[in-house]
């Protein structure tokens, strides 16, 4: 009956599939104890706690060569965070200008769009990210070059610095210190917590006004304006608390052969944003493209007919719309930005995979503990950000009834 009922047919199925799963893995644990047991090695996740011996040039927190490999591992994992973000948001601008350029009645522009994704989609993303590191690297002037009156090499409104070491500029210092936040490993200023904590609540601020003023326009037919609501409750509570912290900026300054004071980009840092960023963007303009094609025409007729811009229609009409269409790929590519952040080992970028999945693992020879690590760590951040973007895909698709 479980073989040939077909009531039960597909679960026998299943739990056998699954039962050979289970056995498969048993005997791939087993087989790698029995070669560690004959190695005379043990698992271990004990190198963590061992001293790193060696530094990390972009440092997020707090780090020196004495500190563990574990807190060596976590400044770059915090470096491949860093990255992530900053790229996933500049391909994402780039890609939805270009995708709707690409799309323009202008001939001219829309082949020079063109051109910029059929070049850089088609190269891989390395040799993007090298080209942008040489360019940094061979082009720009020296520190030293800074001292005379060299027109190439004069700082940009005397506040910021591009050199062949990187880009300094202003940093955000505060007269009065609240102190730090102990959250473990991480010790966050409570400035910057406080600043957080307000723009998020402004946000959440906003949110109400604009939910107010459509239920104001659905009950009498005018909606009121909150353009300025807005950002009064987005920018006021924090320029004020900016003001009381006695927030200004601290510029860099050219001290013996190099700038100090300001924040350092580092050239690594800007290849790899620069690479990964432009590279994705390619491909994100056409989903952009593709979803806004996928918009009926009749969509853009009808709001000409109102009377509204190509601008505004292209805002309020046909990109809302084909958010539903764009956002499933566009998880895809921010997934493969994110898990492409482990090419900067090549310019030198020092992230999860050169930390622990690079010197740690050389250093230890923990390479099977490093490995498993490394592969869950890039797991949870691929899944955390999979789930975010499918928790916003469900608020803009289509409610059916």
Not at 23 to 28: K, R, S
Not at 330 to 349: M, P
């Amino acid at each position: 009956m479980l073989l040939y009922d077909q009531r039960y047919r597909s679960i026998t199925i299943q739990i056998f599939a699954l039962f050979l799963l289970m056995l498969g893995a048993a005997w791939l644990i087993d087989n790698v104890i029995n070669n560690l047991r004959l190695l005379g090695r043990t698992f271990s996740f004990n190198f963590l706690w061992q001293s790193a011996g060696y530094d990390i040039n972009q440092r997020p927190i707090e780090y020196n060569s004495q500190m563990t490999h574990g807190r060596a591992a976590l400044v770059g994992f915090l470096n491949t965070i860093i990255l992530a973000i900053m790229g996933c948001a500049l391909a994402t601008i780039l890609g939805v200008l270009a995708g709707v350029l690409r799309l323009s009645s202008n001939w001219i522009v829309s082949r020079l769009v063109t051109i910029y994704v059929e070049i850089f989609r088609n190269i891989p993303t390395l040799i993007w990210i090298l080209i942008f590191g040489a360019v940094m690297a061979e082009s720009m002037p020296a520190p030293s070059t800074f001292r005379g009156d060299d027109p190439a090499s004069s700082m940009l409104f005397d506040a910021i610095a591009i050199t062949n070491r990187g880009v300094y500029i202003p940093a955000i210092m505060f007269t009065t210190e609240l102190g730090v936040l102990p959250l473990g490993p991480i010790s966050p200023s409570w400035n910057w917590v406080l600043i957080l904590a307000v723009l998020v609540a402004g946000v959440f601020a906003n949110k109400y006004l604009i939910a107010h003023a459509t239920r104001v326009q659905n009950a009498t037919g005018i909606r009121p304006k909150t353009w300025w609501k807005s950002i009064l409750v987005l920018f006021g509570p924090v320029i004020l608390i900016f003001i009381g912290l006695g927030a200004y900026l601290e510029y860099p300054e050219l001290r013996g052969f190099n700038f100090a004071g300001g924040t350092h980009l580092r050239n690594s840092f800007l290849a790899m944003w620069l690479g990964l960023g432009i590279y994705t963007g390619a491909f994100i303009a056409e989903i952009v493209r593709g979803g806004i094609l996928a918009i009926s025409k009749g969509q853009t007729e009808a709001a000409f007919a109102l009377g509204l811009q190509p601008g505004k229609t292209m805002r309020l009409v046909i990109l809302p719309q084909a958010l539903r269409v764009i956002i499933p790929p566009l998880i895809s590519q921010y997934l493969n930005l994110t898990k492409n952040t482990s090419l900067g080992l090549a310019v030198g970028y020092m992230d999860l995979r050169s930390t622990l999945g690079g010197i740690t693992i050389n250093q230890t020879g923990r390479e099977l503990e490093g490995m498993l690590l490394l592969m869950a760590v890039y797991l949870a951040i691929s899944l955390t950000i999979s789930g975010l973007m499918n928790v916003y895909n469900s608020r803009v698709k289509l409610k059916e009834r």
